[in-house]
């Protein structure tokens, strides 16, 4: 009963004696092959995830460090802007300090100034307490003084202009003092102003241009006989010098071939003619024909010559001396000898000659005798004020 064989156990087979080992070798991959599927997934999510912590790891380092270095950049700013701000604590300190002393300075000023001023009013009141509390005897005195000056400035010097000045000056001084007892030589004044700007005065400047202008003209023009002043003046028309006299071939004519003797003969016949021309030549410089109405022109020496011209350029500077006194008799009297003068011996042919002619006679037309009005009112409006005299008006 022992011996008998449970008739569950399986069946193995047997291999055949010559079969060969690795037939049972694909049994053990099948039973390893679950094994390494369950193996991989976890190495792999391992890996994965190293390589997720070492980024991770990475980005906050790198993270931090621009965190570290934005840190420092900020507080440099921070220290930067900080000493700025105390730069500009200390400016802003300084300016107002600056400020405050300027505005103490213009206060001062300002005090200064309403103190001048304020010296102003009270010397601008004291002069006009002065002026009103002047009398009258005084203003008449500079007023008469002013008005004489103005007759003086009429009568002697002939100027219009200066009495113009002073009586203007007057007048400024009877309007500033505005005194009803002077309003009748006020408008004295004012008349004789009138009359004064009226006055058609000489330009003295431009008759001095044209004196001068003839006395240039006296210095160029030439005389009848040439002096020192214009040795080699040629009067104007007068014929000059013929250039010497172009010699004639008396063999002009006469072939190249002619025989010795007609060039002799030739040669002979020329020479009376060649001998004329020469003569003509030499003596015609030295006939001069000339119409001259004062045979004693022609006998002036150089320093005759001189003379004259010194004479005409003193009456020239004595006409303008009487012009500028208002002395129309000798003004007429010496520009009429200049212009006699410049007839009678100087060459009426010239240009300069007959310019000065000309400017001479212009200017002895030319009428000087300016007629000047006088302040004769003013002057007898003042006289009538002090006969009335002034006490009263003091007492009143």
Do not use: C
């Amino acid at each position: 009963m022992t011996d008998k064989t449970p008739a569950t156990d399986p069946v193995v087979p047997t291999a055949a004696p010559g079969a060969s080992a690795p037939a049972s070798a694909p049994a053990d991959p099948v039973k390893a092959r679950p094994a390494k599927r369950g193996s991989g997934p976890l190495v792999t999510a391992l890996i994965i995830v190293i390589v997720l912590a070492a980024g991770l790891g990475y980005a906050l380092w790198k993270q931090r460090t621009q965190f570290v270095s934005a840190g420092r950049e900020v507080a440099t700013r921070l220290d930067t802007l900080t000493s700025d701000v105390a730069q500009a604590r200390k400016d802003t300190r300084e300016a107002l300090a600056l400020a405050q002393a300027q505005a103490g300075r213009v206060a001062e000023l300002e005090d200064t100034v309403r103190e001048t001023q304020s010296q102003y009013n009270a010397l601008q009141l004291a002069w006009q307490n002065f002026n009103d509390s002047a009398s009258d005897e005084l203003l008449a005195n500079d007023v008469e003084r002013l008005l004489t000056i103005a007759s003086q400035q009429l009568r002697l010097a002939g100027n219009v202009s200066n009495a113009i000045v002073a009586l203007e000056t007057a007048q400024s001084r009877l309007a500033r003092a505005d005194r009803p007892r002077f309003s009748s030589l006020q408008q004295s004044i004012n008349g004789d102003l009138d009359r004064l700007r009226a006055v058609s005065t000489v330009d003295i400047p431009a008759q001095s241009a044209r004196i001068e202008r003839l006395v240039a003209l006296v210095g160029r023009a030439p005389l009848l006989v040439p002096d020192a002043a214009a040795p080699g003046v040629t009067p104007a028309g007068e014929a000059r010098p013929a250039a010497a006299a172009p010699e004639v071939d008396p063999q002009a004519g006469l072939p190249a071939d002619a025989p010795w003797w007609q060039r002799w003969r030739a040669e002979m016949a020329s020479w009376p003619g060649r001998a004329g021309s020469a003569l003509a030549h030499e003596l015609g410089g030295l006939i001069t024909i000339q119409r001259v109405d004062e045979p004693a022109a022609l006998l002036l020496s150089p320093e005759q010559a001189d003379l004259v011209r010194g004479a005409l350029r003193q009456r020239l500077l004595t006409a303008q001396l009487a012009m500028l006194m208002r002395q129309p008799a000798v003004w007429k009297s010496e520009l009429e000898n200049v212009g006699t003068t410049l007839a009678k011996y100087f060459d009426n042919r010239s240009p300069d000659t007959v310019a000065a002619q000309g400017l001479a006679r212009e200017l002895a037309q030319t009428d000087i005798a300016v007629r000047l009005p006088d302040v004769a009112d003013s002057l007898n409006a003042i006289a009538a004020l002090r006969a009335a005299g002034f006490k009263t008006s003091e007492q009143d």
